[in-house]
């Protein structure tokens, strides 16, 4: 079965500092995959998707994310964190067999200190 | 466009109440899914309706939970008895399928919290 995971609950950043938040991914084949966005007390925001086109994906608010084959990786990175960057993130794949589906990461919460 | 609505946005109600959650998918998409968010067990999809018809229930937990479609702008998630254990947020998304299951993005509704006393 599919399964991604999320390495570090928790990420604490300086404002201005860059962002890395890491993806692994458990699949023979090359998924789907999604980074998602999540604000305190709201539903979840999509910042970006891999669907087999370029490898280096980029999103909203400068998030970009690398898709690498021989690492089954998938980080999320952004070059200089805002406080409104502050919210819950998740890693999501889709199995290319039933696309609909979205098994996602443990979430990671990014902490922005001014 | 409003997004997705869901109602109510907390509810809380006493262990073996029948408790209904609502949903109003975006106007024009053909899939529904609906989530379940709890910390020890994360975000897990429930079931997921293509074209009002119910295509994968994998996720529902037990037979005390049921949802149905009635129609493209309406979606229920009933629990019943409810218990502790079900508290949770349940998240309500849609989205625009192709014939040929492509990918595309699904929108998330804010939520309902779900307290079971």
């Known amino acids: 079965a599919q399964s991604v995971t999320q390495l570090g609950s928790h990420v604490s950043v300086s404002e201005g500092a860059l962002v890395l938040l890491r993806c692994n991914y458990s699949?023979?084949?090359?998924?789907?995959l999604f980074w998602y966005v999540q604000y305190p007390n709201q539903g979840l925001q999509l910042l970006l998707k891999y669907t087999s086109a370029a490898t280096l994906v980029k999103g909203i608010n400068d998030f970009e994310a690398e898709f690498k084959k021989s690492e089954t990786s998938f980080h999320l990175t952004k070059p200089s964190a805002h406080m409104s960057d502050a919210a819950e993130y998740f890693c999501a794949v889709s199995p290319m067999d039933s696309s609909y589906k979205l098994i996602f990461g443990s979430g990671t919460r990014l902490l922005v200190r001014p | 466009d409003a997004g997705v609505i869901q109602s109510p946005r907390h509810e809380v109600t006493e262990m073996g109440q029948e408790v209904t959650l609502r949903c109003k998918p975006i106007s024009g998409h053909n899939s529904l899914f609906w989530y379940r968010q709890t910390m020890m067990r994360g975000l897990e999809l429930l079931i997921y309706?293509?074209?009002?018809?119910?295509?994968?229930d994998s996720g529902m937990p037990e037979d005390r939970f049921s949802a149905k479609m009635p129609n493209a702008s309406f979606s229920t998630l009933k629990i019943q008895p409810s218990e502790p254990r079900d508290s949770a947020v349940y998240f309500c998304?849609?989205?625009?399928?192709?014939?040929?299951?492509?990918?595309?993005?699904?929108?998330f509704g804010p939520g309902t919290r779900l307290t079971v006393t």
């Open positions: 699949s023979s084949v090359p998924p789907y």
């Open positions: 309706f293509n074209n009002n018809v119910p295509i994968d």
């Open positions: 998304a849609s989205s625009l399928v192709g014939e040929t299951g492509g990918v595309d993005e699904q929108y």
